[in-house]
């Protein structure tokens, strides 16, 4: 890890996989390799220590909409993560799959966290092309979807890269 990264995580004390992601320079492929070892050793310190995890705020390049989530997101985060499913959310609020997955990936963005559930069910695609996707995650980090759309050849839609995205950060760290 660069010396920033860990300021960072000695200034911010990132308690879930989520948070420990929003890290600079911390990308799915780090994500994968490390959070698994360090929020534990993190948290056991935050405990030891009466110490509470500080959100970050995620500096963002211009694609964001807005500078902070709203209402909406977080309203859309919390039936979420008390078991409601992305097809019933779609319907409460009469919205298209992809407007939630954008107010989860906002949530998360925000250092909020999303309840481990298997989001590949709502996959169309096979379970070798979201294994090439995930992989591609890996290597071309989690902050930009266009760099993964390019790796799979312009073959998976971006509404699918978003779900597996989510996927892939609401994993539980052991």
């Known amino acids: 890890f660069s010396d920033r990264t860990l300021v960072e995580m000695a200034t911010y004390f990132p308690q879930s996989r989520a948070s420990f992601g929003t890290l600079y320079g911390v990308g799915a492929a780090k994500l994968a390799d490390f959070a698994d070892v360090f929020v534990p ?103 930009y979807l266009r760099p993964v759309y390019l790796a799979l050849k312009e073959t998976v839609e971006y509404e699918e890269l978003h779900l597996l995205r989510l996927h892939f950060i609401s994993q539980p760290t052991e």
């Open 41 to 143: 050793i993190i948290q056991n310190y935050c405990v030891e220590n009466g110490i509470e995890e500080m959100r970050k705020t995620s500096p963002t390049a211009v694609s964001q909409s807005s500078s902070t989530p709203g209402g909406r997101t977080f309203e859309v985060l919390n039936l979420y993560n008390n078991g409601r499913t992305l097809p019933e959310l779609c319907q409460q609020y009469n919205v298209k799959r992809s407007t939630i997955l954008n107010h989860l990936w906002k949530a998360v963005q925000a250092g909020e966290t999303l309840r481990a559930s298997n989001l590949l069910e709502h996959s169309d695609l096979t379970p070798d092309q979201q294994q090439q996707a995930l992989a591609a995650f890996a290597q071309h980090g989690m902050d």
